[in-house]
């Protein structure tokens, strides 16, 4: 089958099995910041944001996702290099720590942020809790989150 | 998991999927919302998956005392509700919030759920404390309790060319509260080792309604409507409850398992009974015990 998504903003056509997930498919078209994790949908190691909602992308279906949007962590920066202001804060606050489950972590926050641009530290830990952090500092990247939403706060401020 | 999975179809309306669901052509249809990982069992025979997550079915609606709940409607989207965060103090959205993380209910819906036969749902126990009534579409439509899916007797099944397409409930009027109680190994963990859920009527003094709904390591939730009975139409006092509360620890037959034994769930049990009681009370009266 063909598989049609648009993935950071750009339309894409894929061929496509209906057995393939959507992390099969995104790791072989080279969005390698879509990391394998559990392969088991609990890790959320490989989260995406599918029509703006978190997903474990080891678990769904490519094929549930045609003519659907999907934002992986290659789209947050803008197209001239310049961060997301929560790529930014994680490393300002040293929340990216090994890496591996930054992208979950940032996709999870964005789900947030664009739901609630004045999270709580309570909301942050509860948005976060879905991706297991093996490093298991938490303390950084909710700190990281909450620096970006005042900065994004800001900014939003500053523009209007 | 999908080993002999061939075909991907996206059906466009109820119509649409049913018919699809109920053609006899040598193909295993079976229906898929997006929470694969839930129907897993399901899914080893099946040949076509049919998504029915665009058919109209993933709403969440307060209409007066009448709750519905689309079977494609996620259980994120009922933790987001405005209108559920009013009705019983909130039952449903804690229920649905103590599933998981948000990543996981952001797939999950109730109609995966009863397929896929998971039965240890905090909501599955709220919904069955709610007498809620399950709309299932196949060829015929047939309205069921939810609590037939989990009879012992003569148990409802969904099929494979079934979808339950609605889930509605009457909430109760005037001095109600209600309250869901559960112990697990963690805060987060989605299974509890039980859960337990109290709703209260309250007329003056008297306990006009009373109903208690038990799961989570259990083979499926269960109502003590023993329990119920002997709280109706009393007036409700600490003493009242203390004694009812001790007696659900005989009416539940609990699994043993990893999160614990059959005999420390029935102990446990009258605790969650008489702190759901005493915190249904208090959301009902506006006052402690």
């Known amino acids: ?160 | 998991m999908f080993a002999n999975v061939q075909e991907y179809y996206h059906a466009t309306s109820l119509r649409d999927a049913l018919k699809k669901l109920g053609k006899n052509d040598g193909q295993i249809p079976v229906p898929v919302t997006g929470a694969f990982h839930l129907i897993s069992s399901k899914l080893r025979a099946a040949t076509c998956l049919v998504d029915i997550s665009a058919v109209d079915l993933n709403y969440v609606k307060v209409e007066g005392r009448k709750l519905s709940i689309g079977g494609a409607a996620t259980f994120q989207q009922i933790v987001v509700s405005k209108e559920l965060n009013e009705a019983l103090n909130g039952l449903l959205l804690k229920a649905a919030q103590a599933y998981s993380t948000r990543i996981q209910r952001n797939t999950t819906t109730l109609q995966d759920v009863l397929f896929g036969y998971a039965t240890f749902f905090d909501l599955l126990t709220a919904l069955l404390a709610l007498d809620t009534q399950v709309t299932v579409q196949g060829k015929q439509k047939r309205i069921v309790p939810l609590a037939s899916f989990f009879s012992k007797e003569s148990r409802a099944i969904l099929s494979n060319s079934e979808i339950a397409v609605d889930f509605s409930a009457k909430l109760p009027s005037g001095n109600a509260g209600a309250s869901l109680q559960r112990v697990a190994l963690t805060d987060g963990d989605a299974v509890a080792i039980l859960n337990v859920v109290a709703i209260l009527k309250m007329t003056g003094k008297k306990c006009s309604e009373a109903r208690i709904a038990v799961g989570g390591g259990l083979p499926a939730p269960v109502r003590l409507t023993a329990l119920e009975q002997e709280l109706a139409a009393k007036p409700l006092d600490a003493a009242l409850v203390e004694s009812v509360s001790a007696k659900a620890a005989d009416l539940i037959h609990p699994v043993s398992d990893i999160r614990g034994s059959a005999q420390y769930r029935k102990q446990i049990c009258s605790v969650l009974v008489r702190r759901a009681l005493a915190e249904a009370y208090q959301f009902a009266k506006g006052r402690s015990l």
Request: hydrophobic fraction near 35%; charge should be negative; proline fraction near 5%.
């Open chain 1, 1 to 160: 089958m063909n598989l049609h998504v648009t993935i950071n903003n750009d339309p894409k056509d894929f061929p496509c099995q209906p057995t393939d997930t959507l992390l099969d498919i995104l790791r072989r078209e080279g969005y390698s910041g879509v990391k394998v994790g559990c392969s088991n949908g609990d890790c959320g190691i490989c989260a995406v944001l599918l029509n703006g909602r978190t997903v474990n992308s080891c678990v769904v279906l490519a094929a549930h996702c045609q003519n659907k949007t999907i934002e992986t962590i290659e789209g947050l920066s803008a197209k001239d290099g310049t961060l997301h202001p929560l790529q930014k804060a994680f490393l300002d606050e040293g929340g990216a720590q090994c890496g591996f489950c930054t992208p979950g972590l940032i996709l999870s926050a964005k789900e947030l942020l664009d739901a609630n641009p004045t999270p709580t530290d309570a909301d942050v830990r509860e948005a976060l809790s879905g991706v297991i952090c093996r490093c298991t500092g938490y303390v950084k990247p909710i700190a990281a989150v909450l620096t970006a939403a005042s900065e994004m706060r800001n900014a939003a401020g500053a523009k209007s």
